[in-house]
């Protein structure tokens, strides 16, 4: 059997697929090339670099020596590292020699590359007791019910704690019901270092019933960046300026702290139930902190359809997460249909709504209270990985 499937799995199947792609979109199949005199020089997909000022500009590009389809990737420096802040300087400053008669905001999009590798890491299971779980390299991860990816949640997207990137892991099955998880951890959206800091964060999932968990969470660390950084955008002409400035660590008024806990409850193959609690403080302001309550209810009416809704209450003293103190709410209803496995598509309306004007508007320097969102969107998801990472 396994001789049968290696064949026609690591065989026939490729090269029928192979021979139909190059039959059919020979071209495309072979990465759009373009050839100049017979020579291959880029491709209809990959972003290629022009210096002369009437050719179109494209985003900068750190692949390589820039626009290397062989080299891909991203530099992931961080919004205070010194090298960022010199090639956007440099960026700007060319892009206002060359175009003299623009006096607007650059478009970000000229000044940021583009392009990373969310997640990058090596697993490996100690001998120890029922097996120590430990993962090294680039993660990512988020505290609260929702996960990462919206194939895996309820609704596409509420207020989530932001994730937190890399370094180290770890996973150990106390008992049958209850496992321990320890971070080490750059922090908070920091996928390069900002401060010579790690944050920590201890998980402690519990399952006092089959249908039944609860998750406790605690994550504490030093988050601000050593130095701020500032880009003006000045007049024609003149310099751009990346200015930094440095701040005073290892206070309490910078430490973060989060402390959140949900419990879930599968009430039946078809219903699941979601409660959940937080509450984050940071003291740079006198009085920051965050206090939220969230409710979500999933139900299957068939296995290709489900309908799923929550409520969500965010109270942000001091501005901590939205830079305003206000009362933030939401309610969201989400329906999913599931064409095939691995293919998803999601339809959701959801409402946002505050104590405060805090949504845009149409005019300018004019804010509302409410803001309504539909939203019709495919998701597909593929790989031998399932379910949370």
Known sequence: MTLVLTILTGMLYPALVTGIAQAIFHKQANGSLIEMNGKVIGSELIGQKFSKPE????????????????????????????????????DVEKFRKENPEFSGPIPADLLTSSGSVFQAYGTYVLPVGSGLTVDVGKWASALRAENNYSKDQMNYYLFNYLPFYQLFRSSYNLTPWMNVNYWLVN????????????????????????????????????????????????????????RASPIPLHTPRHRLQIFDRYVTWNANPKLTLTAEGDYVVQHQTAGAHVSAAATYARYEFTPKFALAGSGEYFNDIGGLFSGTTQALKETTLTADCLFTEGFLMRTEWRRDFSNQPFFLTDSLDVLKREQNTATLGPIWGFGRKQGAW
């Open 55 to 90: 050719y179109f500009q494209g985003r900068p590009s750190a692949a390589g020596d820039g626009y290397d389809a062989a080299n891909s990737g991203a530099t992931n420096f961080g919004p205070t590292n010194q090298k960022l802040a010199d090639r956007i300087k440099a």
């Open 187 to 242: 922090g908070t959206q920091q996928s390069e270092d900002f401060n010579n800091n790690r944050s920590q964060a201890v998980l402690l999932a519990f399952k006092p019933a089959r249908t039944v968990s609860w998750n406790v969470n605690y994550y504490t660390g030093y988050e601000k960046p050593r130095h701020h950084a500032r880009f003006e955008s000045r007049a024609p002409g003149s310099s751009d300026a990346a």
